[in-house]
């Protein structure tokens, strides 16, 4: 697709999917949150809609001469399909562009794509029993790519089956087995387990320790949120958020995480294209009513690098390792 096409298209993207999204019609998807794991309520779900867009300027690649900046577009949604007190089916969507600014190569002499895909499709089901056991699958499939769906190669595809098991008054486990084409760790292993226990005594101290995952919310003052989520092995987010008045706050924190894709061309097929990234931010955001809010960020992107390989091992080869800089993101979310 020639590259004016695409600027056009994301231009237009967001208008085109948010149509999309608020049309009855199913299909929409995106992959759905460990949070709806773990609460034992059902038939609660609301539609959403969520646009954000981030800036990060040129800034001098350090392994060889040159520059890369880029901005990303990525719009969320998500619908009920059908809900009540026993079982939900909820349908979402994500589409993320990326469009790299300065055109660049990798040390390999490769010439980084123009621009980069995510779209995901995904469908959640859970079940409560009388007991008060719920049960869960989710599956999700799309592709993220610089030409995504051009082949069978550059699809991704993944499935989650979960379980809710009440312990005591305020807690449960939560233990899953979960398959990915596409995911950061023990990429050679077809079906991964995974655990945790989680207690909510209140709404002011909430936790899941386990793993593949964990989480931590604690409110000390009525004004003030503290929150930290860990993903193995290299995604955490950190925030600490204070309430000045309804409708706005403030934050600040702390995040590293990672993006990944399978290029149209790459030499091998287990080979992907993953960018990882450090960065502190502070923002703020304001509830315009009616289910809008509105969120300013932005902060200092560090330790940032694009990287050709089959996983983190791999990260010395084939790298392009971009300067510090400031980064700046808006968005814009809506819930029915």
Do not use: C
């Amino acid at each position: 697709m020639p590259r004016t096409h695409t600027h056009a298209l994301a231009r237009w993207l967001p208008w085109l999917l948010g149509l999309l999204l608020l049309a009855p019609a199913p299909g929409l998807a995106a992959a759905p949150e460990v949070g709806a794991w773990l609460t034992s309520e059902l038939g609660q779900a609301k539609p959403s809609l969520g646009y954000q867009a981030e800036h990060q300027g040129d800034q001098k690649t350090t392994d060889h001469g040159g520059a890369l900046g880029f901005t990303q577009h990525e719009l969320r949604g998500s619908t009920p399909l059908w809900q009540n007190s026993s079982n939900d089916l909820s349908l979402s969507a994500r589409a993320r562009y990326l469009d790299l600014d300065t055109p660049t190569k990798l040390p390999s002499g490769k010439s980084m794509p123009a621009e980069l895909w995510d779209l995901n499709l995904s469908a959640q089901f859970r079940h409560r029993l009388d007991n008060g056991v719920v049960l869960g699958l989710a599956a999700r499939g799309g592709s993220a790519s610089d030409k995504p769906f051009h082949s069978d190669g550059e699809s991704q595809y993944g499935a989650t089956a979960f379980a809710r098991l009440p312990s005591g008054q305020h807690g449960a486990w939560l233990v899953l087995v979960n398959y990915d084409n596409n995911r950061e760790i023990i990429t050679g292993m077809p079906l991964i387990p995974g655990a945790g226990y989680w207690y909510a005594p209140s709404k002011q101290f909430q936790v899941l320790a386990g793993a593949p995952f964990s989480s931590l919310r604690y409110r000390p003052l009525a004004d003030l949120d503290l929150s930290l989520s860990y993903v193995m092995t290299r995604t955490l987010r950190a925030r600490a958020t204070y309430h000045l008045a309804p409708p706005l706050a403030v934050y600040t924190g702390f995040e590293m995480f990672h993006q990944s894709y399978l290029l149209a061309d790459r030499p091998r097929s287990e080979n992907r294209l993953f960018f990882y990234q450090k960065r502190a931010l502070a923002g703020t955001s304001y509830d315009l009513g009616r289910g809008l809010v509105l969120d300013i960020s932005g902060g200092w992107a560090f330790d940032r690098f694009f990287f050709q390989g089959e996983n983190y091992g791999d990260r010395w080869q084939d790298r392009l390792s971009l300067e510090d800089g400031a980064y700046f993101a808006g968005q814009v979310g809506y819930r029915f």
